[in-house]
T-cell receptor, first 110, second 116 residues
Framework: QKEVEQNSGPLSVPEGAIASLNCTYSDRVSQSFFWYRQYSGKSPELIMSIYSNGDKEDGRFTAQLNKASQYVSLLIRDSQPSDSATYLCAVRSSGDKLTFGTGTRLAVRP | GAVVSQHPSWVICKSGTSVKIECRSLDFQATTMFWYRQFPKQSLMLMATSNEGSKATYEQGVEKDKFLINHASLTLSTLTVTSAHPEDSSFYIC????????????FGPGTRLTVL
């Protein structure tokens, strides 16, 4: 069974700090990796996608992928209270479906 | 770009009635649409995958006769919850894949269903 694992948290960081969110996956043939943010009571919104090993930066967000170790991470620089949400890691192995992790709850303290 | 809408955003209905939820991709053609359900403090649960013009593929344990999915066009999919019961109360979210980055799923805002 394809699995995506995330620490449920909460991960608490002070405002301005770097938040580091991690995700591991079990299916070695996974090809596409996504980070979504979900505020309480809302639907997920896409933050970033990553397909190749290494880092991908978009503003304050950096996604990191290491296929050999089967992990993907998301760094949030200069964390803001508005970043407080649940962050979902999603992996596409083959076919249409995404496999989601259970999410990591991030709390940014003012 | 890549905007997905859902209607209604919330609905309250009586037990035994049917409820239809619409999902539209507003600025791209969605080759595939997905329907998820999320209970409080739980992760997303995929219910079914639908492609335009063909029958939906349901996940194990999801009753296809209870949750009717119609994907009539490249921009519209509907989910009908038939004979709704209180245990069907949940947050239903659709997503659509297509557009410039065909690998990515974009989510609608969700529909909160409460069955009395």
């Amino acid at each position: 069974q394809k699995e995506v694992e995330q620490n449920s948290g909460p991960l608490s960081v002070p405002e301005g700090a770097i938040a580091s969110l991690n995700c591991t996956y079990s299916d070695r043939v996974s090809q596409s990796f996504f980070w979504y943010r979900q505020y309480s009571g809302k639907s997920p919104e896409l933050i970033m996608s990553i397909y190749s090993n290494g880092d991908k930066e978009d503003g304050r967000f950096t996604a990191q992928l290491n296929k050999a170790s089967q992990y993907v991470s998301l760094l949030i620089r200069d964390s803001q209270p508005s970043d407080s949400a649940t962050y979902l890691c999603a992996v596409r192995s083959s076919g249409d479906k995404l496999t989601f992790g259970t999410g990591t709850r991030l709390a940014v303290r003012p | 770009g890549a905007v997905v809408s859902q209607h209604p955003s919330w609905v309250i209905c009586k037990s035994g009635t049917s409820v239809k939820i619409e999902c539209r991709s507003l600025d791209f053609q969605a080759t595939t649409m997905f329907w998820y359900r999320q209970f409080p403090k739980q992760s997303l649960m995929l219910m079914a995958t639908s492609n335009e013009g063909s029958k939906a593929t349901y996940e194990q344990g999801v009753e296809k006769d209870k949750f009717l999915i119609n994907h009539a066009s490249l921009t519209l999919s509907t989910l009908t919850v038939t004979s709704a019961h209180p245990e069907d109360s949940s947050f239903y979210i659709c997503s659509a894949r297509g557009g410039a980055i065909t690998d990515t799923q974009y989510f609608g805002p969700g529909t909160r269903l409460t069955v009395l």
